[in-house]
C-alpha cells in the first residue's frame, strides 16, 4: 500500500492540537468503537482499495477528492488547503511573496502592467506602468487567452530566480527585453489613507495580515502629524485574518482594563481573554468603524470590541457574522488543515457566529445574497434578531448576538444614481476597459500628477469624459440612452475619475476620489462632527 497518503489522512483525522496564547488549540476529540478507532477503519479502507480494486488506482488523488467531502460534516470554515495552494493562501495574510512586483491587468487578452511597485525587482531593470508583457521566458503569453492566477504562477518564484520578459512599449516599435531577479515584495494591507478634512483622517484596511498593525498605527501617525484628531477606519469588504492584529488594533483606542476578546472551546471552556493595557496611541480620537455585510471575522472583533465599551461608532450595514477561530494545522505533504478550535466573544459576552446547518456549505455562502433578497440593504427594519441573544455594552445600550455586527448608524446602499445604462456598462466591465485604456493613451499628460487633485486638474471637463466614454462604450455595443445616462451622471462621471486615477497614481488615488460620492462616509463624518461619535457612544 501506498504508506504516504495512508499516514496523509492518519494524521488529518488524529491531528492533536495544543492550548497556548493565540493557538487556542486542544486535543481533537478522538471516538471509539467496538471495532476501533474511525481513522484507523478508513486506513484499511485505502489499503483494501490499493490490494484489491480492478483497477491501479492513485491514492494521492482519492484522499484529495475525500477530504472536502469530510470536512462538510463540520462548520463553513474549517477546511483544507491543498499544497500546490499553501503558498499562495499564506502569502496573503503574511506579508510579502516573491515576484517581480508589478499590478497588472489582462486586457484585451494581453498582460498589461498597470503599476510597478516602487522599489521592486520590476522598477529596478526599467520595467514601466503601460508596458505590455508579450513573453515569459520564451513564451508567448499575449493573444492566448492567459487568467490572471496563471501570470501570477508565471511572475512568482523563488526570491533570486530570474525571469526572462519581452515587453511592448508605444515608444518602441520593436519587442523590449528584461531579466527580471525576483525578491520579496510587500502585501500591503492598507489600500488608502488620507485627510477627508482638516481634522478627519481616513484609513481603508483591507485584511488583518501580519504586518497590518504596523503599516495601520504608521498611516494613523502620519495623519496625526498633519492635524488629524478623529478617524474613520473602512472595514466594508475586509474579510478578517488574524486574532492577534485586531487585538492589537483595538487596543490603540481602549483604556486600561476594558476588555476586548474572549475565546471559549469545547464544552464554553474559557481559552484566551484580552484587555487593554492603557498604552494605546489613539486613545484620545474619535472613531468610526465602516461595516458591510463582507467585514468578517478579525474585522468583528475589533467593531465589537469598540461598540461594546462605547467607544466607537459603527456605521454602515450589518456584518457577515463569523465568529469561529482557526488554526493552521500543516500536513506531512505541505498541504494543511485550517480547523476551528473555538469560538470567539466580544466584549458584552455576545457570540456574533451566524448560524449554519451542517453539511450545507452552500447555503450559508448564499445568506448574504438572502440579505439583499430580504431588503436588508435598503431598510433596518428587515433585520430580525433573537431577544434571547440581546446583550448590553458597558453603557447599557443593546446589542445583538448570533448574527454579525449590527451597526449603531445603519446607512442603507445607495441606488440613487442607478439606472440600466449603468448596469449594462458595469455588467460589461466597460468603466474599467475605458479608464484603463484612457489612462494608458494619456500618460504623458499625468506625468507631473502627484496627487487625486493635480490629476482631476488635467481630466477634461465632465461633459467631455462623459460623451467619451459614451461613445466608447456604444462601439462596444451599448448604445446611448441619454435619459438613463443623465439619471446615472454624477455616478458615472465620478467612477470614471476614480478608475482613472488608479490606473495612473494607484488604489489610494481610486479611494480619494470614489469616497467623495459615498453615502457611508459622508453619514460618518456628520457623525463625527455632530458629536454622536463622542464617547462614550450613545443609542443615537
Same mark, same amino acid.
Request: aromatic share 8%.
Given at each position: 500500500m501506498n504508506r504516504k497518503f495512508s499516514n496523509i489522512v492518519l494524521s488529518l483525522l488524529a491531528v492533536t492540537l495544543f492550548s497556548g496564547g493565540l493557538a487556542l488549540g486542544y486535543a481533537?476529540?478522538?471516538?471509539?468503537?467496538?471495532?476501533?478507532?474511525?481513522?484507523?477503519?478508513?486506513?484499511?479502507?485505502?489499503?483494501?482499495?490499493?490490494?484489491?480494486?480492478?483497477? *491501479?488506482?492513485?491514492l494521492d488523488s482519492i484522499v484529495e477528492a475525500s477530504i472536502p467531502s469530510l470536512l462538510k460534516n463540520l462548520d463553513p470554515h474549517t477546511a483544507y488547503i491543498p499544497a500546490k495552494d499553501l503558498a499562495d493562501v499564506n502569502a496573503d495574510l503574511e506579508g510579502a511573496f516573491s515576484g517581480v512586483g508589478i499590478s497588472f491587468q489582462v486586457m484585451?487578452?494581453?498582460?498589461?502592467?498597470?503599476?510597478?511597485? !516602487?522599489?521592486?525587482?520590476?522598477?529596478?531593470?526599467?520595467?514601466?506602468?503601460?508596458?505590455?508583457?508579450?513573453?515569459?521566458?520564451?513564451?508567448?503569453?499575449?493573444?492566448?487567452g492567459i487568467l490572471a492566477d496563471g501570470v501570477r504562477s508565471l511572475l512568482r518564484g523563488p526570491a533570486g530566480s530570474k525571469v526572462d520578459l519581452k515587453v511592448k512599449r508605444s515608444t518602441s516599435s520593436a519587442a523590449l527585453p528584461f531579466t527580471v531577479?525576483?525578491?520579496?515584495?510587500?502585501?500591503? !494591507?492598507?489600500?488608502?489613507?488620507?485627510?477627508? *478634512?482638516?481634522?478627519?483622517?481616513?484609513?481603508?484596511? =483591507?485584511?488583518?495580515?501580519?504586518?497590518?498593525?504596523?503599516? %495601520?498605527?504608521?498611516?494613523?501617525?502620519?495623519?496625526?502629524?498633519?492635524?488629524?484628531? /478623529?478617524?474613520? @477606519? /473602512?472595514?466594508?469588504? =475586509?474579510?478578517?485574518?488574524?486574532? *492577534?492584529?485586531?487585538?492589537?488594533?483595538?487596543?490603540? %483606542?481602549?483604556?486600561?482594563?476594558?476588555?476586548?476578546?474572549?475565546?471559549?472551546?469545547?464544552?464554553?471552556?474559557?481559552?484566551?481573554?484580552?484587555?487593554?493595557?492603557?498604552?494605546? !496611541? %489613539?486613545? !484620545?480620537?474619535r472613531v468610526v468603524v465602516l461595516m458591510d455585510e463582507f467585514s468578517a471575522s478579525a474585522s468583528e472583533i475589533l467593531a465589537g470590541a469598540l461598540q461594546d465599551n462605547d467607544r466607537g461608532l459603527i456605521v454602515g450595514r450589518r456584518s457577515f457574522g463569523k465568529g469561529l477561530v482557526q488554526q493552521q494545522i500543516e500536513l506531512p505533504d505541505s498541504s494543511a488543515l485550517r480547523v476551528t478550535t473555538a469560538r470567539y466573544?466580544?466584549?458584552s459576552g455576545r457570540c456574533i457566529q451566524k448560524p449554519w446547518q451542517t453539511g450545507h456549505n452552500d447555503l450559508y455562502a448564499a445568506e448574504v445574497y438572502e440579505r439583499y433578497l430580504a431588503g436588508e440593504a435598503f431598510s433596518a427594519d428587515s433585520i430580525k434578531f433573537d431577544d434571547s441573544l440581546k446583550f448590553q455594552t458597558t453603557s447599557g445600550r443593546e446589542v445583538y448576538g448570533g448574527g454579525g455586527i449590527m451597526p449603531d448608524l445603519f446607512v442603507p446602499s445607495d441606488t440613487s444614481n442607478y439606472s440600466n445604462y449603468l448596469t449594462s456598462v458595469i455588467n460589461a466591465g466597460l468603466l474599467h476597459r475605458f479608464a484603463f485604456e484612457y489612462t494608458d493613451a494619456n500618460r504623458a499628460l499625468f506625468d507631473g500628477a502627484t496627487s487625486s487633485d493635480e490629476l482631476l486638474e488635467v481630466l477634461p471637463s465632465d461633459d467631455e469624459l462623459l460623451r467619451r466614454f459614451v461613445a466608447f462604450a456604444a462601439g462596444k455595443g451599448v448604445p446611448a440612452r441619454w435619459y438613463y445616462i443623465n439619471l446615472s451622471r454624477p455616478l458615472l462621471v465620478n467612477q470614471l475619475k476614480a478608475l482613472i486615477a488608479r490606473d495612473a497614481l494607484g488604489i489610494a488615488a481610486y479611494y480619494e476620489i470614489a469616497n467623495r460620492r /459615498? =453615502?457611508? @462616509?459622508?453619514?460618518?463624518?456628520r457623525a463625527i462632527r455632530d458629536g454622536e461619535a463622542d464617547w462614550p457612544v450613545k443609542t443615537p
Amino acid at each position: 500500500m501506498n504508506r504516504k497518503f495512508s499516514n496523509i489522512v492518519l494524521s488529518l483525522l488524529a491531528v492533536t492540537l495544543f492550548s497556548g496564547g493565540l493557538a487556542l488549540g486542544y486535543a481533537l476529540h478522538r471516538n471509539t468503537t467496538e471495532n476501533g478507532r474511525p481513522e484507523a477503519k478508513i486506513g484499511q479502507i485505502l489499503e483494501i482499495i490499493s490490494d484489491n480494486y480492478v483497477d *491501479d488506482v492513485n491514492l494521492d488523488s482519492i484522499v484529495e477528492a475525500s477530504i472536502p467531502s469530510l470536512l462538510k460534516n463540520l462548520d463553513p470554515h474549517t477546511a483544507y488547503i491543498p499544497a500546490k495552494d499553501l503558498a499562495d493562501v499564506n502569502a496573503d495574510l503574511e506579508g510579502a511573496f516573491s515576484g517581480v512586483g508589478i499590478s497588472f491587468q489582462v486586457m484585451n487578452d494581453t498582460i498589461t502592467i498597470v503599476e510597478i511597485i !516602487s522599489g521592486g525587482p520590476a522598477e529596478k531593470v526599467g520595467l514601466m506602468a503601460g508596458d505590455r508583457i508579450m513573453e515569459v521566458n520564451d513564451s508567448l503569453v499575449a493573444g492566448q487567452g492567459i487568467l490572471a492566477d496563471g501570470v501570477r504562477s508565471l511572475l512568482r518564484g523563488p526570491a533570486g530566480s530570474k525571469v526572462d520578459l519581452k515587453v511592448k512599449r508605444s515608444t518602441s516599435s520593436a519587442a523590449l527585453p528584461f531579466t527580471v531577479t525576483r525578491g520579496e515584495i510587500p502585501v500591503t !494591507s492598507i489600500d488608502a489613507s488620507y485627510m477627508i *478634512d482638516d481634522s478627519i483622517g481616513y484609513v481603508k484596511v =483591507n485584511k488583518f495580515g501580519r504586518n497590518t498593525y504596523e503599516e %495601520f498605527f504608521t498611516e494613523m501617525t502620519m495623519l496625526r502629524a498633519v492635524g488629524a484628531k /478623529d478617524a474613520i @477606519i /473602512d472595514l466594508r469588504g =475586509n474579510g478578517g485574518g488574524f486574532l *492577534d492584529v485586531a487585538i492589537r488594533m483595538a487596543n490603540d %483606542f481602549l483604556e486600561r482594563g476594558q476588555m476586548i476578546v474572549l475565546t471559549k472551546g469545547r464544552d464554553g471552556e474559557l481559552l484566551y481573554a484580552s484587555a487593554a493595557n492603557g498604552s494605546g !496611541s %489613539f486613545r !484620545s480620537a474619535r472613531v468610526v468603524v465602516l461595516m458591510d455585510e463582507f467585514s468578517a471575522s478579525a474585522s468583528e472583533i475589533l467593531a465589537g470590541a469598540l461598540q461594546d465599551n462605547d467607544r466607537g461608532l459603527i456605521v454602515g450595514r450589518r456584518s457577515f457574522g463569523k465568529g469561529l477561530v482557526q488554526q493552521q494545522i500543516e500536513l506531512p505533504d505541505s498541504s494543511a488543515l485550517r480547523v476551528t478550535t473555538a469560538r470567539y466573544y466580544t466584549p458584552s459576552g455576545r457570540c456574533i457566529q451566524k448560524p449554519w446547518q451542517t453539511g450545507h456549505n452552500d447555503l450559508y455562502a448564499a445568506e448574504v445574497y438572502e440579505r439583499y433578497l430580504a431588503g436588508e440593504a435598503f431598510s433596518a427594519d428587515s433585520i430580525k434578531f433573537d431577544d434571547s441573544l440581546k446583550f448590553q455594552t458597558t453603557s447599557g445600550r443593546e446589542v445583538y448576538g448570533g448574527g454579525g455586527i449590527m451597526p449603531d448608524l445603519f446607512v442603507p446602499s445607495d441606488t440613487s444614481n442607478y439606472s440600466n445604462y449603468l448596469t449594462s456598462v458595469i455588467n460589461a466591465g466597460l468603466l474599467h476597459r475605458f479608464a484603463f485604456e484612457y489612462t494608458d493613451a494619456n500618460r504623458a499628460l499625468f506625468d507631473g500628477a502627484t496627487s487625486s487633485d493635480e490629476l482631476l486638474e488635467v481630466l477634461p471637463s465632465d461633459d467631455e469624459l462623459l460623451r467619451r466614454f459614451v461613445a466608447f462604450a456604444a462601439g462596444k455595443g451599448v448604445p446611448a440612452r441619454w435619459y438613463y445616462i443623465n439619471l446615472s451622471r454624477p455616478l458615472l462621471v465620478n467612477q470614471l475619475k476614480a478608475l482613472i486615477a488608479r490606473d495612473a497614481l494607484g488604489i489610494a488615488a481610486y479611494y480619494e476620489i470614489a469616497n467623495r460620492r /459615498d =453615502n457611508v @462616509i459622508e453619514r460618518a463624518v456628520r457623525a463625527i462632527r455632530d458629536g454622536e461619535a463622542d464617547w462614550p457612544v450613545k443609542t443615537p
